[in-house]
């Protein structure tokens, strides 16, 4: 059973950095790529970045480009978003998740983690 299990999520003041971490299990990610999402209060889910797995090539949206860095241990399974320069529009609930190269959608997805970020 694939499980994918964020940590890292809280408050923090603007201009603060925090760092997210997904701990994937249950099935090995070569051919996934392994990305985050995000959901403000009241907006749609978006994308925030992703990495593929295989090569480490990643991809971020306009908005978190320069801010935002993801990064992985192979060893432990895990990928991390690391978030400098937040504002208060980063404030969401963020999403880890699994996408096979070519699908359109993840088909994993974790429980998601909270970050609150205070002007």
């Known amino acids: ?27 090995t990610f070569n051919g996934y790529d392994m990305g985050w999402y995000r959901q403000a209060p ?5 994308f925030v970045g992703r990495m593929i797995w295989s ?12 801010r935002f860095t993801i990064s992985r241990d192979n060893a432990k399974n895990t ?9 208060v529009e980063d404030t969401a609930v963020y ?4 996408r096979q190269i070519l699908s359109r959608e993840p088909a994993y997805w974790g ?4 970050v609150t970020v205070s002007s």
């Open 111 to 114: 429980q998601g983690t909270q």
């Open 95 to 98: 999403y880890c998740a699994a």
């Open 1 to 27: 059973q694939v499980q994918l299990v964020e940590s890292g999520g809280g408050l923090v003041q603007a201009g603060g950095s925090l760092r997210l971490a997904c701990a994937a299990s249950g099935r």
């Open 42 to 46: 009241g907006k749609e889910r978006e």
């Open 79 to 87: 990928l991390y978003l690391q978030m400098n320069s937040l504002n």
């Open 55 to 66: 090569s480490g090539i990643t991809v971020y949206a306009n908005s978190v480009k320069g």
